[in-house]
């Protein structure tokens, strides 16, 4: 399970779109596990007058 990203940490996502920002997961698929989903992780701004998919995930990890 070398290529797991299930229980991967907190990021800072920003939506490129309208600069909404909060602390998440981005929605990706596992290569380990494609079927399994975390309810969690977002795929959309949560602005909602926005609800952009282009966020990215910026690492908290100093």
């Not at 990021?11 to 929605?27: A, K, M, N, P, W």
């Not at 596990?33 to 995930?57: F, G, Q, T, V, W």
């Amino acid at each position: 399970l070398q290529n797991c990203i299930c229980d991967r940490p907190a990021s800072h996502i920003v939506c490129t779109r309208c600069g909404f920002e909060l602390v998440g997961r981005l929605q990706k698929v596992c290569p380990e596990h494609p079927k399994k989903l975390a309810l969690m992780d977002h795929r959309e701004c949560p602005n909602r007058l926005c609800k952009s998919i282009h966020l990215i995930e910026v690492s908290l990890q100093h």
